[in-house]
């Protein structure tokens, strides 16, 4: 029998969305946190360039400006009643983060320090805006580290390496979770009204990734198994630049600090891309001239990555070219040594990881899977609604990367993901608190932990025939190499159909490690089996999509098609078969245009 | 390359003592270690036990022995350290299984330095000013990542576990020379107990140990110092 426990919150995810919503719902409702890793652990803590709210510390800026952006980013498909509430409640909540002791870098006045990030502009000039607040190339690791020392300052109950592998819901609403506890390998019911989930993204469904180990999906996953649609899951956002086959990111903070791509010839190619804003258009539009410069030949040595140049050489050559000023009017120019200051951690990474220094060389770099758009489906409230009229789950909620809410659409931009955590993080913890105030309890079901016993059972269980690495490689390199930057019909056939294959393969595999106590060969082949849902779920909805939009985009369907396509996806897993409808886009004074930056 | 690669066994569910395992492995000299200690999971030995997350140096799980110091396995390449590599779970915390030790002490030392911004006067509307000369004070040691490497490169934890340790100090100055901060008085206090910052005898183990070139020494030479003097400057 499983050990239970009972909270009226439970918060699943200790990154910057659980800890704030953990910080947030602990103030009245008895809530737990629980995490498969330590806190600190968490993948916020890889964040580096920046989380954005338009302050105007340095220049004219306004939440305005920065809502039109990320419509506009979105391609159109986020929702724009949800980035409407974020980017006005943006400024507060930085401040909120600063008062919390979060160590910003600061202007010479003392004020927070902004920095330039793609597709952040000044909307009357269409000029790159300072938007981005950061603390050097670590504001990820500045904002969890602030999160949990609130949370140790408040109290906040946490159950760190506790895997939570089960969603249970009773009558329709929420009921609790399901928890495997690695030191022990015991599992826990955790009773709850309401549930957070705050688990982030699935990246390592993709070969060359930016995202850690456990960045496995298991929100997404856990509620498909659970009947409940993924949104939007076909949008997965490429990072420009990722070091060259580790897929490690490299700040778009580079190019904020001027910062320039180049190809095989020297040249800077985004300025043909992207004539206004050059280096920091979006980060689909980016990838896309990437793989279009390597795909013609341009691939320094012909191979498959490019230069990232930060030397003050090269920075201060086109800053001049670009005709860039300081916020006094000064030219803009940089030192070996300001660089250093700004971006101390990349540094780092290219000295350790490829004996290159930044100050002195280009970076090789290659596109790197690094964002889910899509998700579990929310509205503006954090609450998961599970069809296509939106109807709410009682006690279910979701934030941050796991969720849709959404206010990304079709791509991200730079310095939002950090920006919807700790707004909808702070939301989902209000929200389900209040809802836990007015509600009771679900009654338990006797057998909650059977069809976690069951999944874990399979595993041990198998036949053997079949190795889990050799199906996590497999799943990697087809969805790399099909479901990737540019798609096509044939292509994400094929990679459907091979993922429906090795899902078949991955009913053979048995787990060596018989163990109970930190069984992570046990746990790291669950993650597995969610990883395959997820990217059969990605690569279905993707085929269906017939247009090329953000981060899909498509050499049979080049163009956007907002008269048939202007629509969420949503996605169940039905009987080992994805079932698709559609849902139409909140809409507030935003009209769909063409998209040029 | 060919790597041997001998790895700290010990599941308390079936052995009496801890053992090593010898692992011959294909490597690329820019292969980090924990490239292949996963290598070995998948292809070998799927019960070897290790925490792993972020795997380029910044999430703090993979802090390992390796041929005799701490390091994270993510952080050090083959290049680095030859085709002969020895790895071990860091020292002076309960080993739980293989490599993964109790990291329970370690926090708890770490939250009992008050490790979080103290400052009870109502905020400002906008954010409380500081200026880059008093933000950059305090810059190392905002670099933290609990991955107690330090603590457990440290004799004087070594010899007593319940010195407070390297990384709990390093935390600890990062709020003290704070300006914006107000709880500097309380963390000096409890640093100039016995089980404080006395215990620190200047080995410089912690120093070579971080992974993120934090001045740990100077930093706790600089919470001494406040200790003694009374002042922050």
Redesign the interface.
Known sequence: MANVHQYEVVVVGAGGAGLMAGLYASKTAKTAVISK??P????T??AQGGIGAA?GNLEDDSPEWHTYDTVKGSDYLGDQDAIEFMCAAAPDV??EL????L??????????AQRRFGGHTNNETGKPVTRACY??D?TG??IL??LY??C??NNVTFYDEFHVLDFITVNGAAAGVVALEL?TGELHIFHAKAVIFATGGHGRVWEITSN???YTGDGVAITLRRGIPAEDMEFFQFHPTGIYR?G?LITEGVRGEGGVLLNDKGERFMDRYAPTVKDLASRDVVSRAMYLEMKAGRGIGGKRYLHLDITPETVNKYAALDGRVRPDGSPYTVTGEEILKKLP?II??CK??LGVDPVSQPMPVQPTAHYAMGGIPTNVRTEIVIDENNTVMPGAYAAGEVACVSVHGANRLGTNSLLDIVVFGKEAGINAAEFARGASFQPLPDDAADFTRQQLDALRNGSGKE???DIAREMKEVMFDHVGVFRIEEGMQQALEKVRELKQRFKEVR???Q???????LL?TWELSNLLDLAEVTAASALARKESRGAHARDDFQERDDKNWMKHTLAWLKDGDVELRYKPVTLTKYEPKKRVY | MQVTIDVFRFDPEKDQKPHFDQFVVEAEPVDRVLDLLEKIKDYHDGSLTFRRSCAHGVCGSDAMRINGVNRLACKVLVQDVGTRIKVEPILGLKVKRDLIVDMEPFFDHYKSVLPYFINDEAPPEKERLQSPEARERFDDTTKCILCAACTTSCPSFWSDSAYVGPAAIVNAHRFIFDDRDQGAAQRLEILNQQMGVWRCRTAFNCTEACPRDIHITQAIAEVKKAITSGKLD
């Open positions: 890793l330590y600190t652990r968490s993948h803590g890889a302050l930085v401040y600063e008062h919390m002791g160590p910003f870098n600061r202007t010479p006045d003392g004020k927070i603390a050097a670590r690791h500045m580290q602030t020392q609130q140790i300052k030191a850690a180990y456990a580790m490690i951690d780092d990474f350790t990881y190795r889990a690495a787990v060596e490690d163990g109970s106590r930190f069984n992570t060969e790291n």
